[in-house]
Nanobody, 123 residues
Framework: QVKLVESGGGLVQAGGSLRLVCAASLRTFSSYAMGWFRQAPGKEREFVAALSRSGGSTGYADSVKGRFTISRDNAKNTLYLQMNSLKPEDTAVYYC????????????????WGQGTQVTVSS
């Protein structure tokens, strides 16, 4: 059974930083692409960042480019999202997901999701 657990969210002032962590319980973690999506109140879930199986390919939403960095540690079955220079518009529940594809930025391509972690950025 696949289980993803996010942590690291919280309340931070604008300009601050947070690091989100997604711990995955599956034997073949390195066989999956990974991604972070977020959902603000009243809005649809949107793409934030994605990482290929090997970690060689990355992609970011325009709104977070240059501020967020996605990475993975296949030995620890863990996905990270380093978020710097946070803005109030980054406030959302952040979800990690896994895809059986090599790499994807599409929500529909992700097979499993965690429960989410709340990120709140105050102005």
């Amino acid at each position: 059974q696949v289980k993803l657990v996010e942590s690291g969210g919280g309340l931070v002032q604008a300009g601050g930083s947070l690091r989100l962590v997604c711990a995955a319980s599956l034997r073949t973690f390195s066989s999956y692409a990974m991604g972070w999506f977020r959902q603000a109140p009243g809005k649809e879930r949107e793409f934030v960042a994605a990482l290929s199986r090997s970690g060689g390919s990355t992609g970011y939403a325009d709104s977070v480019k240059g501020r967020f960095t996605i990475s993975r540690d296949n030995a620890k079955n863990t996905l990270y999202l380093q978020m710097n220079s946070l803005k109030p518009e980054d406030t959302a529940v952040y979800y990690c997901g896994i895809s059986s594809l090599y790499y994807s930025v599409r929500y529909a391509d992700y097979d499993y999701w965690g429960q989410g972690t709340q990120v709140t950025v105050s102005s």
